[in-house]
């Protein structure tokens, strides 16, 4: 019931996840990533845990194969889950348990993966990270590219009703975090790409605010002088 792609960007070495699915509020669930440690998405009847344990286990030195390892381990029902990991040398990881749903597969690319369940066709994953790893700019730029790319293939083999997109940088918290949790008409990666734009030239300003509030610039709110 899902799509993603997580990534590392070679130039500035932040991490990111976009994912869409039919279910409600899947970034909530599904993304997971930690500045200079890696992404990571558990996704198909989605044990959120494996999130955690995947980016733990990165931030103690494991390389993405060996993440991916240890979550399968630690869960009851491994055949299950779609996990998904790219560690901070840009190293990726895949399981596709035999029991996800429907129409299911991956594709690996430089320093990217993408994988979904239930699609429309198996092409999807692919065109994703062909997708990912033409365009350019910005990290979220190629992200919203690449889930923009699949609903283009084809997408779920049903309508999607939520999606999110995840940046991680430099500081503990994300650079950037914006999610449709859900949408009943209309499409939730159209929403996500449209609040990226608005906030994509704000970003860097949040961070210079909660790292020093006197350097950084106007508010843009009255009785900001």
């Not at 200079?36 to 344990?53: D, H, M, R």
């Not at 390892?69 to 779609?82: E, G, L, M, T």
């Not at 990666?189 to 605010?209: G, N």
Request: proline share 5%; net charge negative.
């Amino acid at each position: 019931m899902t799509f993603s792609i997580a990534a590392r960007c070679e130039q500035t070495g932040q991490f990111g996840v976009a994912i869409s699915s039919s279910s409600p509020a899947v970034a909530a669930r599904c993304a997971w990533a930690r500045a200079g440690i890696g992404a990571v998405a558990t996704q198909n009847v989605t044990n959120p845990a494996l999130g955690p344990k995947m980016i733990e286990e990165l931030a103690n030195g494991a390389s993405a194969t060996d993440a991916v390892a240890a979550a399968r381990q630690s869960d009851d029902f491994p055949d299950y889950r779609q996990l998904l990991a790219v560690d901070a040398e840009g190293r990726t990881a895949i399981h596709s348990g035999t029991n996800a749903l429907g129409i299911w597969t991956s594709a690996t690319g430089h320093q990217c993966i993408a994988a979904g369940n239930l699609l429309a066709n198996d092409g999807v994953p692919k065109a994703m990270v062909d997708t990912f790893e033409a365009a350019t700019g910005a990290l979220g730029d190629r992200l919203i590219a690449a889930l923009k790319a699949a609903v283009d293939a084809g997408g779920e083999a049903g309508p999607v009703h939520s999606a999110g997109l995840l940046i991680v940088d430099k500081e503990s918290w994300p650079y950037a975090e914006l999610r449709i949790d859900w949408l009943d008409e209309g499409c939730p990666i159209s929403a996500v790409a449209h609040a990226w734009e608005i906030y994509k030239p704000q970003a860097a300003d949040y961070v210079t605010r909660a790292l020093n509030p006197m350097a950084a610039p106007s508010y843009g709110v009255p009785g900001d002088e």
